[in-house]
């Protein structure tokens, strides 16, 4: 893989691309796996053995045709021995073949998984800086087109290049050996031209290729794009607007599918005048030698069907390079996702988080997405083992960074932050957030059953702690009152769901997945004032007893915290439980004030928010 990225970093050019070939090479031949290897081993020797049947067919045909065009020496009795053998060798050209490609179809289809899995283990690796970055339309279509790129590079560069070049050395040999070297040569020439102008034609055309593959996946990512955000486009009525920069991607698509056809076109005619020429001068010498009778018929016919065996496999190979190159260009992207830094990635000597109660420490922390502009300055924090912290601050402040660096999706700058004493640059990303559950603003689901999706909090477990997890979120009951229950798929996204319902089921699947340390980021500031009070109720139930984070924008929701910080511009600017912040008469009291003459909270008997 390593030496898969190296090549994927290299400039567009020849290099790069026969460096690919080399970077595939392991997956042909890869260490440990002697059943792999045996197959490989087997497909070479079916190989070779298709190759040698094919030439000596035309051996046998010719034996036959001077046995039969001579009056003199006409035999009395049909020659089975020789038509068994002729039909028999036809047989087994194919029958090696099919066999080759029956051992080989596991080496390249477990290829192509290993690539494909590297490739999707490896975006899951990568930075959050990368996720927010990506059109996944694009991304979508760059792995399928680099897949099967590969799948075309693993079965035609073994099967149809190097067979073929196999047959015409020893056709060549054939011919030299049974008449004389100006037969060989022609041949040699005839083929030298062919490839020479197979490989300029297609290095100039390949740009047209390229800007294809551009136009096509700026296309397709501006659909989905669009279909993603389907209900935006309705509610500004811009059906049209989608409709028409579509159309402008397919019409660049357009054009430069018209240039790649009519390059191809220029490439097929002069393929087609090199070969009809190297064809007419052989075929004229063979004929002169026959008219000379320095030829027999059948030398004669052994020499056309020699051209004609070659004609197809030499006009598969430009078929096939050509196919290899565009094969090629479609790698380009997919190598190039594998070559992108993971950014935040596990030490060499990361351990696991160890067991303990769950305290967090955010020790001077200082960020920022670019270092030309931080986020956080020096910002530090304890928050004790079973208590709960509530982070609030203007939009900007730096609070939803606080959350995206606990989980480390990113590093810190400076300072550090620990759980239970461990470093967090030192745990394996794994360990730690298996340790935190969170309940976003945001809840986006998997387009599956409600089951599934509560279940991805941890997949191993029971239907009954699947239930369970639902009935502690408050979502049971409704669940069972749609038609298919717990297997009522939710959509793309969760669309089907209301916010209420998607955030009960983010928060049965964070009650599933049993962390120790739970946050809430932002959980119920897209929800109405009624759903906001039930999911604030589940919310304090399941938080009970853990370590808690809460990032709230609304600040009814903090009221009952053990502490709140308020963020301003990326620092600290107050601390304390909110009665002594509203007292202290500063940003706390002042959003506060706000958010009570807008419709804000008042505190009831409990201790919890009421909204008036």
């Known amino acids: 893989m390593r030496e898969m990225r190296t090549q994927a970093g290299r400039r567009r ?17 890869p260490r440990g796996q002697t059943a792999t290897r045996v197959r490989v081993v087997l497909a070479m020797m079916f190989l070779a053995a298709a190759k040698l049947a094919t030439v000596y067919v035309p051996i046998l045909y010719k034996e036959m045709v001077d046995l039969f065009s001579d009056p003199d020496a006409l035999p009395v009795v049909l020659p089975l021995t020789l038509l068994i053998a002729y039909g028999g060798l036809r047989v087994m050209q194919i029958a090696f073949a099919e066999l080759r490609d029956w051992v080989f179809a596991r080496v390249a289809q477990g290829a192509i998984r290993d690539v494909a899995l590297q490739t999707f283990r490896h ?88 800007r294809m593959n551009e136009t096509d996946q700026q296309a397709n990512t501006r ?60 075929m004229a010498m063979a004929g002169q030698g026959v008219i000379g009778g320095a030829l027999s018929v059948g030398d004669f016919v052994l020499v056309n069907t020699y051209l004609i ?72 924090f304890r928050v004790p083992a079973g208590r709960r912290l509530a982070i609030v601050g203007a939009s900007g402040a730096g609070k939803s960074t606080i959350a995206r660096l606990l989980f480390r999706f990113y590093d810190v700058t400076g300072g550090a932050i620990r759980i239970d004493g461990q470093d967090l640059r030192t745990l394996t990303q794994a360990s730690l957030r298996a340790a935190i559950g969170v309940v976003p603003q945001d809840t986006v689901l998997f387009n599956d059953s409600v089951y599934y999706n509560i279940a991805y909090g941890r997949p191993g477990a029971s239907p009954a702690e699947v239930e369970q997890a639902a009935r502690h979120a408050r979502i049971h009951d409704f669940v069972m009152g749609l038609p298919d229950g717990y297997q009522t798929m939710v959509g793309e996204r969760g669309l089907k769901l209301s916010g209420g319902e998607k955030q009960r089921v983010a928060i049965a699947r964070t009650i599933l997945k049993r962390p120790r340390i739970l946050l809430f980021d932002e959980a119920t500031s897209a929800l109405d004032t009624r759903t906001e009070r039930e999911i604030q109720l589940a919310l304090r139930e399941i938080s009970r007893g853990h370590t808690t984070i809460v990032i709230a924008h609304r600040l009814s929701t903090v009221v009952d915290a053990d502490e709140i910080i308020v963020l301003d511009g990326g620092r600290i600017a107050e601390r304390g439980r909110h009665a002594e912040l509203v007292t202290q008469d500063g940003l706390y009291a002042a959003m506060w004030a706000r958010q009570q003459e807008s419709g804000g909270a008042t505190l009831v008997a409990d201790g919890s928010p009421q909204v008036t």
Not at 17 to 29: M, V
Not at 249 to 261: D, I, N
């Open 13 to 29: 050019d020849g290099r790069f691309e026969w460096g690919a070939l080399r970077a595939l090479l392991p997956y042909l031949w």
């Open 309 to 380: 065996q070659l004609y197809m496999p030499l006009n598969f190979l430009g078929f096939v390079y050509r196919e290899i190159k565009q094969s090629l260009t479609d790698m380009e992207a997919m190598f190039h996702l594998l070559d992108v830094n993971a950014e935040v990635d596990d030490a060499a000597d990361a351990a696991p988080l160890a067991p303990g109660p769950g305290e967090v420490v955010f020790d001077a922390v200082s960020f920022g997405y670019d270092e030309r502009r931080p986020i956080l300055h020096e910002v530090g």
């Open 223 to 282: 659909a989905i794009d669009s279909l993603l955000n389907y209900e935006t486009v309705k509610y500004f009525g811009n059906e049209e607007w989608e409709a028409k920069r579509f159309d402008e991607s397919l019409a660049r698509y357009e054009q430069a599918a018209v240039t790649s056809k009519m390059s191809l076109a220029l490439l097929n005619i002069g393929q087609a005048a090199i070969i009809g020429t190297g064809l007419t001068v052989i």
């Open 123 to 210: 975006l899951h690796r990568l930075a959050l800086r990368f996720h927010l970055d990506r059109q996944t339309g694009g991304l979508s279509r760059a792995i399928e087109r680099g897949t099967k790129g590969i799948d075309f590079l693993l079965t035609f560069m073994l099967f149809n290049i190097i067979p073929t070049l196999l047959e015409i050395t020893l056709v060549c040999a054939i011919l030299w050996t049974l008449f004389d070297y100006r037969y060989a040569l022609v041949t040699f020439l005839t083929i030298a031209t062919y490839i020479v102008y197979t490989l300029v034609v297609t290095e100039w055309r390949l740009k047209y290729r390229r």
